[in-house]
Nanobody
Framework: VQLVESGGGLVQPGGSLRLSCTVS????????MRWYRQAPGKERELVAAISNLDGTTVYGNSVKGRFTISRDNGKNTVFLQMNSLKPEDTAVYYC??????????WGQGTQVTVSS
């Protein structure tokens, strides 16, 4: 199983980015997919999650109303649309998949830097 994130980069405050997580050998439609982030000196925190059952989404309090998680089952890819970015959103963003049997997989992470 391989998860590959992309789409990170440098953006000004108020800007937008869309992260992608392309998964191989595991169906995103059958897994709970999550985005986490970790800033320097801080613990990893949950950003967003999407259910494998009904597509229900959950967001961390700090990103509610600004970020949107979605998935494209045909492309086996999960997205994180990030709008109204703030400097405090600067972190390495990780994609995570958890199967019905409880196996967990991680991507290598993609850096997001919000700075003027």
């Amino acid at each position: 199983v391989q998860l590959v994130e992309s789409g990170g980069g440098l953006v000004q405050p108020g800007g937008s980015l869309r992260l992608s997580c392309t998964v191989s050998r595991l169906a995103v439609s059958r897994s709970v997919m999550r985005w986490y982030r970790q800033a320097p000196g801080k613990e990893r925190e949950l950003v967003a999650a999407i259910s494998n059952l009904d597509g229900t989404t959950v967001y961390g309090n700090s990103v509610k109303g600004r970020f949107t998680i979605s998935r494209d089952n045909g492309k086996n890819t999960v997205f994180l649309q990030m709008n109204s970015l703030k400097p405090e959103d600067t972190a390495v963003y990780y994609c995570n998949a958890v199967t019905r049997s409880g196996d967990a997989y991680w991507g290598q992470g993609t850096q997001v830097t919000v700075s003027s």
